[in-house]
DNA sequence: GCTATTCCTTGACAGTCGTCAAGTTTTTCC
DNA sequence: GGAAAAACTTGACGACTGTCAAGGAATAGC
């Protein structure tokens, strides 16, 4: 075997190798863009509701690409809860790192809340819908766990720096604290849809006080 | 028209009446009964993939009876619905009635609260995903907010009798506290669904300290 | 006991579903 | 530019859905 037949080989299966990254990059970029739409019709439809048909419908292809991409429809699912985490878990982050004192934080926490509320709704109540089946469905369970547990931690991080910032500390656990505000949102939520806005701006101005319910102020 | 002739109508009218009424009766008993079957079966399977001959499977009837006692689909859930309300709402009542102290109130909660989401947890969690499928369809929303505010009222008078016997006063309002502590319950069950017994069991531990943070002490 | 009404079963309908194979179009590579 | 591979479309399949009409079985009223 010559160091000139090696490097041949060696160029070539780079070369084949550089084929394939791109195959599998071009592969999987589809992958995500049919994800998003079926994140989008699961959005608008609901997980009871939604076909294939109709989700390919609300992308540029016809209904048999997805299984081109896609093993079967418990896949594609799959992959749109995991295009939700991406969007979602995020989202207050900001606000935590730029407030530098308690009002602050808590007044921009609740813009983004009940912006997100308006904003993204129906992405939200898919959420809580996916969930619900991951209890008659395992199918989805392990992913639901974990984006559950990322919720958490963002919620957990808005309170932790707020305790800070007041300088006392968190009233309840992590599981406890998300909970609370998990609960305020899906009530507001189901108020939004419900059209009851006058509801909805109830629930906006209580939840300063449950943030502060959340905490023990030093006195 | 002479009085006997009024009264042999009357007479009449009235057996007619109770012929019309014993009828309706017995059609109301079927429609409760075939209800009852449909809770069972949504409850196991879910709402997205219950169908009428699957119901009409969890009854000793066939499927086309349901569309001699219903409408249609809808109306059959909605009526499962309404003996889910039945079932659900008067369940800690008892607990407040007969506990003397606080300590007595909150473990008797506390037990009635596991007890129920280790027994009824496949009602459980056809509830939420009813409550969920109102975010998407109207069809259902009105009877689920009016069950959600049964709900409500079930728990606030839980933690008023409670912050009563501790000579206290409720820390926030009905609606946050029913979120709370309906969020801890959300969430043991999906920690029971997925055979997290210990992640159920912690929450367990941590709920008698949920309603103390519910409820401000007299000191 | 006969009749009329109520109750229930059966089978079919039009439609939708997930899946997949066959074939067409597009892209890639030399 | 022509061959090979990838990407995508189309149409069909069996199964399942809600709905309903036709008819049989049971019951009620006289």
């Known amino acids: 075997m010559s160091g000139t037949l090696r490097g041949v080989t060696e160029v070539a299966a780079r070369k084949q190798d550089r084929i394939a990254r791109r195959q599998v990059d071009k592969f999987d970029a589809r992958r995500t863009e049919l994800a998003v739409a079926t994140l989008h019709t699961l959005a608008e439809l609901g997980y009871a509701r939604t076909s294939l048909r109709e989700i390919a419908q609300n992308s540029e292809f016809s209904h048999g690409v997805l299984h081109y991409y896609f093993a079967d429809k418990r896949d594609l699912i ?3 809860v995991r295009q939700y985490e991406v969007v979602c878990v995020t ?13 602050q934080l808590r007044d921009g926490f609740v813009a983004m809340f009940f912006d997100t509320l308006g904003q993204d709704a129906t992405l939200h109540r898919l959420w809580y819908d996916l969930r619900n089946q991951s209890l008659f469905d395992e199918t989805f369970r392990a992913d639901v766990l974990e984006i559950d547990g990322h919720r958490e931690d963002m919620v957990w991080r808005v309170v932790g720096r707020y305790a800070e910032l007041l300088g006392g500390a968190p009233a309840a656990s992590s599981a406890v604290t998300y909970v609370t505000l998990d609960g305020v949102f899906q009530r507001a939520m189901l108020q939004h849809f419900a059209g009851n806005t006058e509801m909805v701006a109830q629930s906006r101005a209580e939840l300063p006080g449950v943030l502060d319910l959340l905490v023990k102020k030093a006195d």
């Open 91 to 103: 989202r207050y982050d900001e606000v935590v790192a730029t407030s530098t004192t308690a009002e």
């Open 78 to 80: 799959t992959e749109a």
